[in-house]
């Protein structure tokens, strides 16, 4: 029996759900973005020290394990003690980024987060990779709430980044805040967008990367990517998009949010998170306070559990896709 392959035969897709990408085909990218930014920065300043709970290689610590492993700690698979490690480093001086999973740093260990590193206001930056939808492995490795459960933690700096120029220029920039910080971490090969656009990334402040006249996308996260995609694509249907991304969630840049939404455009938020506690309600509650009566939906994940599979796949189901955000934007304006 023959096994050649013909002409016309496909060859059979496989996929992982855990390090599969969510960045194009044809898309530029970056590897590892954050371990390149963090070994550079821990080469120029020696208080830099780096952790991880038995995930170097799928948070990209590796890297900077392997360029400075004097000051690379594994704590093994216990997120609490790292956090709780990760204070006392800082208490004595040094600047640590602390690296797991965005679901066992916010579920796992948030007490530890919030009462040895928030509360006394301690210079520790907690690095969680698989933020929102980018994992396929299902409920338990999906941190679709995880901006819902830290938004509410006092002295607490949340930034979640669109690309690789995102990440690295956020890494000095939290290194040199005072004070606690969470990074949602695109990890792997991560898109690199922001280099076309006149952006420069600044610790609190949100940015217009284009103007439009019928629709405003206030996006976060790999979503600002997503925004930029689908406005490129309304054109052709003349509907004029702006898109203002917002990386640092708090604290917000509420000037820049009602800025943005004092028009008669519809305003819609973008973000690969719950729509439960996230950006969403943030821009939403900004509006109110305002008074400003406008036109306002939510582009993010439903308040359930997601299912496990290909990330392509749950991005369409979930809402999440360039497709789904055209979609909408053509409902709404409808």
């Keep these: 029996m023959s096994t050649t392959t013909t002409a016309t035969t496909k060859p059979r897709l496989t996929t992982s759900a855990m390090i599969a990408s969510f960045a194009d085909p044809d898309q530029r990218t970056s590897p590892a973005p954050f371990g390149h930014a963090l070994a550079a920065l821990a080469a120029e300043r020696p208080e830099i020290v780096g952790l991880s709970a038995d995930l170097a290689k799928y948070t990209d610590m590796h890297v900077f394990r392997e360029a400075h492993p004097e000051r690379f700690?594994?704590?093994?698979?216990?997120?609490?003690?790292?956090?709780?490690?990760?204070?006392?480093?800082?208490?004595?001086?040094?600047v640590p980024f602390a690296s797991t999973y965005s679901v066992f740093a916010t579920r796992r260990a948030y007490d530890f987060l919030c009462l040895d590193i928030a509360e006394p206001g301690l210079n520790v930056n907690v690095v969680g990779a698989l933020p929102g939808l980018t994992t396929g492995y299902g409920p338990s490795h999906q941190a679709t709430e995880d901006l819902a459960i830290l938004r509410g933690c006092p002295n607490l700096t949340i930034v979640d980044p669109c690309d690789s120029v995102d990440i690295a220029a956020a890494v000095p920039a939290l290194a040199d805040h005072d004070g606690a910080t969470y990074l949602r971490l695109l990890r792997g090969q991560v898109p690199t967008v922001l280099d076309e656009y006149d952006y420069r990334f600044e610790l609190g402040r949100a940015a217009e990367l284009r103007t439009g006249r019928d629709v405003v996308l206030i996006s976060t996260g790999l979503m600002t990517m997503r925004a930029l995609q689908a406005a490129q694509r309304l054109e052709a249907d003349h509907v004029d998009v702006a898109v203002l991304h917002v990386p640092t969630i708090k604290p917000l840049d509420r000037a820049a949010v009602v800025r943005a939404a004092s028009s008669d455009r519809l305003v819609l938020t973008c973000e690969n998170h719950t729509v439960v506690g996230g950006l969403g309600?943030?821009?939403a509650t900004e509006i109110a306070?305002?008074?400003?009566?406008?036109?306002?939906?939510?582009?993010?994940?439903?308040?359930?559990?997601?299912?496990?599979g290909a990330l392509p796949t749950l991005h369409d189901r979930y809402g999440l896709s360039t497709d789904a955000i055209v979609t909408r934007i053509k409902e709404q304006l409808a």
Aim: no cysteine; charged share 15%; hydrophobic share 60%.
């Design 281 to 283: 309600e943030a821009v």
């Design 289 to 308: 306070l305002a008074g400003i009566g406008t036109r306002f939906g939510r582009i993010g994940l439903p308040d359930e559990f997601l299912a496990a």
């Design 73 to 94: 700690f594994q704590m093994g698979m216990a997120e609490q003690v790292m956090l709780g490690a990760a204070a006392g480093m800082a208490e004595a001086g040094l």
